[in-house]
T-cell receptor, first 112, second 113 residues
Framework: DVKVTQSSRYLVKRTGEKVFLECVQD?????MFWYRQDPGLGLRLIYF???????EKGDIPEGYSVSREKKERFSLILESASTNQTSMYLC???????????FGPGTRLLVL | AQSVTQLGSHVSVSEGALVLLRCNYS??????LFWYVQYPNQGLQLLLK??????LVKGINGFEAEFKKSETSFHLTKPSAHMSDAAEYFC???????????FGKGTTLSVSS
């Protein structure tokens, strides 16, 4: 059974804090993704990575950065959290392009 | 550019009734299409996918979808709804570069007894 885990299910942070969201996959997949999910907007791609130390911007990268030092781990970083970054964050992993993306359970982040 | 439109943000059916969730896509290349389901407070789970093989795709939990190129549609159906089908459903198309998925805005399915 494939598995994508996220370090926290719920997180509360203050405006201006630096926030780290961690994602780990056990599928030996090259590709990993970070999405944010907001009501009425669906999922929007923030960043993805197709290899260690490689990253590409998605549709809404502003205010975020990522880190991939090891194949199995992909971190999303909010350098200075703002209230408009309150959202559900979903991580996913995938092998070849035609293969399935597997999602983690999500981290619900509240920025006060 | 690729895009996905899900018609109806909210669909309500009675238990035992037909479920029909609509998805139309736009793609400049032969599309790879997906349906995912999200139960409350959980991540997304793959229901089924179309990758240019059979046009009628069967998935988990009794769901199926038919790829219709002429209508640019990939609607999701289930003959008889169960209470446990209540969830949010997302249609997605692989982007042109093949690097990521583009998701629709989702349809919330409610099932009443």
């Amino acid at each position: 059974d494939v598995k994508v885990t996220q370090s926290s299910r719920y997180l509360v942070k203050r405006t201006g804090e630096k926030v780290f969201l961690e994602c780990v996959q056990d599928m030996d997949h090259e590709n990993m993704f970070w999405y944010r999910q907001d009501p009425g907007l669906g999922l929007r791609l923030i960043y993805f990575s197709y290899d260690v130390k490689m990253k590409e911007k998605g549709d809404i990268p502003e205010g975020y950065s990522v880190s991939r030092e090891k194949k199995e781990r992909f971190s999303l970083i909010l350098e200075s959290a703002s209230t408009n970054q309150t959202s559900m964050y979903l991580c996913a992993g995938r092998g070849q392009p035609q293969e399935t993306q597997y999602f983690g359970p999500g981290t619900r982040l509240l920025v006060l | 550019a690729q895009s996905v439109t899900q018609l109806g943000s909210h669909v309500s059916v009675s238990e035992g009734a037909l479920v029909l969730l609509r998805c139309n896509y736009s793609s400049s290349v032969p599309p790879y299409l997906f349906w995912y389901v999200q139960y409350p407070n959980q991540g997304l789970q793959l229901l089924l996918k179309y990758t240019s093989a059979a046009t009628l795709v069967k998935g988990i939990n009794g769901f199926e979808a038919e790829f219709k190129k002429s209508e640019t549609s990939f609607h999701l159906t289930k003959p008889s709804a169960h209470m446990s089908d209540a969830a949010e459903y997302f249609c997605a198309v692989r982007n042109q570069a093949g690097t990521a998925l583009i998701f629709g805005k989702g349809t919330t399915l409610s099932v009443s007894s």
